[in-house]
Nanobody
């Protein structure tokens, strides 16, 4: 059983940056596809970014392309989401997810999911 813990959320002004972390424990991190999703109040959960287990396949949601970067540190069993040029519309709870097989667009289908970390971008 893989346990995911997100951290790094907080309050930031528009145009600023934050780096989210998702630490994995209890499983084979290197074999997991990792992803970030977010959900704003009153909105559906949205795909943000994902990395295949090898790191060869990287995908981003259209709303974050060229601003966000997903990366993983295998020595620390951690995946990161570097968020630059933040906008008020990026305000949401950000969730980390992991899958034993592949990148999936549906958060609910991931094998493992974290509890989320709040990101608030002020205008």
């Amino acid at each position: 059983q893989v346990h995911l813990v997100e951290s790094g959320g907080g309050l930031v002004q528009a145009g600023g940056s934050l780096r989210l972390s998702c630490a994995a424990s209890g499983g084979t991190f290197n074999m997991l596809a990792m992803a970030w999703f977010r959900q704003a109040p009153g909105k559906e959960r949205e795909f943000v970014a994902a990395s295949s287990w090898s790191g060869e396949t990287i995908r981003y949601g259209d709303s974050v392309k060229d601003r966000f970067t997903i990366s993983r540190d295998r020595s620390k069993n951690t995946v990161y989401l570097q968020m630059n040029s933040l906008k008020p519309e990026d305000t949401a709870v950000y969730y980390c997810a992991a899958d034993k097989v592949a990148i999936i667009d549906d958060y609910d289908l991931y094998d493992y999911r974290g509890q989320g970390t709040q990101v608030t971008v002020s205008s």
